[in-house]
């Protein structure tokens, strides 16, 4: 006789399958979100923060949020809008900010690298959004008016042809107390094409960050940000654009054996196609010079220190040369900080003698090392490595000192300017001019070292002379 079973009803069976996918989404506690701005309501949602020790805080996430006026509502799009300065947003009833919006359009290769799914479908000309991640503390009291936290603004790098906004999820930055903002600007020719007439003026890129800001500026209170503490950050073109914003009254060739390092000769013929696609007059001199200060003097013929003098020299022309100017520029009129980013991780994709690349630090400071698969789900971001402890450290110590800069707008990291106050006595067309007061802290300062090397010679002589004296007096066996 066969055993019976119990029957099981499919449907039930369905129904509780069901619910064991839902239970174990990597979505599981995703709320949703509603905000009020100016131009309307918006619907987000929020996340858990990853941190085990931020068990009651939570992570506002608004996707794709409109800050220009959309293509679909001009009657005539390439006519109103396109070469046109963008206009202020609308829309009716409830904006949804739960997904990310189009990039502006663009080659996919450089936004693919880090959003492998990235294809044409998501690229439009009307790409004007912008996201923002607030933090939401769970044990907070209610109250009419809660308080504000600082804003970080992200402007995306890119030679102004490639990138997107979402690239940059700002989750692990505004699980630091702070509100985070990325957006989209127009790129190549649609964003700065220019005929040098009223047709076509340009810089329609800069006009989109611009309408981007003062959306900020408009409504990030509503989303917990304060509007009176801005940090506008970029990197590469972003950086370059945070730079005009701040002086705004509105606000070389590939070499195929570079692994294999390079010859003196290579480095040669490097050199002079550099100087004559420039059209350097005193051509003879500045080769001089170039040579002079690139060349690896104890081992002139090595060729992996010859490829690292060349990228040496190529990087002070593409970004050290103007970096200096501009911190010089500004240091001048306010307190001016640096920093060099200089941790290669043992994972990192790039090979080891290529040093530490152009913008390698935004992944630590985005979090890139604490994207798991959730975070993949739900931003489409795929970091390019793996990332092990020490990664995650540097991420954590990177997103620590933007944020605390943010907040406070100073940062713990003073050595020079503790530790060497000669530097502060260059002439002023280089650093901040001094005070009466610094140089009287300085010359002070200057007072107390050599006083104290003084008596520190003096301590040494006598101590000397003590043990000449005492092996003097010893009584001597004749």
Request: proline letters at 6%; charged letters at 20%.
């Amino acid at each position: 006789m066969e055993p019976s079973y119990p029957r099981i009803d499919v449907k039930y069976l369905f129904i509780l399958t069901l619910w064991v996918i839902l239970t174990f989404s990597p979505c599981e506690g995703r709320e949703e979100v509603t905000v009020d701005t100016i131009y309307g309501p918006v619907k987000g949602f929020s996340i858990h923060s990853h941190y085990s020790a931020y068990e009651r805080k939570r992570i506002n996430v608004f996707l794709g949020i409109p800050y220009a006026k959309r293509k679909s509502q001009y009657d005539d799009f390439q006519r109103e809008f396109r070469f046109k300065k963008p206009k202020k947003p609308y829309w009716g009833g409830v904006w949804d900010a739960t997904y990310y919006r189009p990039a502006c359009p663009q080659p996919l290769w450089y936004v693919k690298q880090t959003v492998p799914n990235f294809s044409y479908k998501d690229v439009d000309e009307d790409c004007l959004y912008l996201n923002i991640f607030s933090p939401q503390r769970t044990d907070e009291p209610s109250s009419i008016s809660p308080s504000l936290y600082p804003v970080m603004v992200f402007i995306h790098g890119g030679g102004f042809v490639y990138g997107a906004a979402q690239q940059y999820p700002g989750v692990f930055l505004a699980e630091r107390n702070v509100v985070v903002v990325t957006f989209n600007y127009r790129l190549g020719p649609l964003g700065f094409l220019s005929t040098g007439d009223g047709n076509a003026i340009g810089n329609y890129g800069m006009w989109d960050q611009y309408r981007a800001l003062e959306f900020v500026r408009d409504n990030i209170k509503f989303f917990r940000g304060n509007p009176g503490v801005v940090t506008l950050f970029g990197s590469s073109t972003g950086a370059a654009a945070v730079g005009l914003h701040l002086l705004s009254p509105r606000t070389v060739s590939n070499l195929p054996t570079l692994a294999d390092g390079i010859s003196d000769v290579q480095f040669d013929n490097i050199l002079y196609e550099f100087l004559n696609d420039r059209d350097v007059e005193d051509l003879t001199n500045t080769v001089d010079a170039l040579t002079f200060q690139y060349t690896y003097w104890p081992q002139p013929k090595n060729f992996s220190m010859v490829r690292q003098r060349v990228i040496d020299m190529m990087s002070d022309y593409m970004f050290g040369t103007g970096m200096d100017e501009v911190v010089k520029a500004h240091s001048r009129f306010n307190h001016t900080y640096v920093y060099v980013f200089d941790y290669f991780s043992w994972n990192d994709y790039l090979p080891r003698y290529r040093g530490i690349a152009h913008g390698q630090e935004l992944q630590y400071v985005f979090g890139f090392p604490f994207i798991n698969e959730t975070y993949k789900d739900l931003f489409g971001v795929y970091p390019r490595q793996y990332y092990d402890y020490a990664d995650r450290n540097t991420s954590e110590y990177m997103i620590a000192l933007w944020t605390n800069f943010s907040s406070s707008g100073q940062t713990e990291y003073a050595f020079w300017r503790q530790y060497f106050p000669k530097i502060w006595n260059r002439p002023s067309q280089f650093t901040t001019p001094k005070s009466a007061q610094e140089a009287q802290e300085v010359t002070n300062f200057k007072t107390a070292t050599w006083s104290l090397m003084s008596v520190g010679i003096i301590l040494i002589i006598i101590v000397f002379a003590l043990c000449i004296a005492m092996c003097r007096m010893r009584p001597k066996d004749y």
